[in-house]
């Protein structure tokens, strides 16, 4: 069974930094695209940032600047860094893993940031 877990969030301040981590197991992960999402209470799930088999990243307008993702084929983990944060950030955020057709998530972590 395919599983993708997340590193624990947390509560950061405004201006704060946090570094999210999700391990994939039982997946080609090198293949594959991965990314984040978030999701606010109230909103639509929306993607923060993607990076390809091949290392092409794609962010969002709104954490462009401030967050970075990265991946470790070796350790079939992607992570994203989150510099100077807003409490706009604050969501719930979702690994993604995707190739072709196929994708899957993972349980979700949540971020709140807040003074």
């Known amino acids: 069974q395919v599983q993708l877990v997340e590193s624990a969030g947390g509560l950061v301040q405004p201006g704060g930094s946090l570094r999210l981590s999700c391990a994939a197991s039982?997946?080609?992960?090198?293949?594959?695209?991965m990314g984040w999402y978030r999701q606010a209470p109230g909103k639509q799930r929306e993607l923060v940032a993607t990076i390809t088999s091949g290392g092409t990243t794609n962010f969002a307008d709104s954490v462009k600047g401030r967050f970075t993702i990265s991946r470790d084929n070796a350790k079939n983990t992607v992570y994203l860094q989150m510099n100077s944060l807003k409490p706009e950030d604050t969501a719930v955020y979702y690994c993604n893993a995707r190739w072709a057709i196929t994708a899957y998530w993972g349980q979700g972590t949540q971020v709140t940031v807040s003074s």
């Open positions: 039982r997946i080609s992960f090198s293949m594959y695209t």
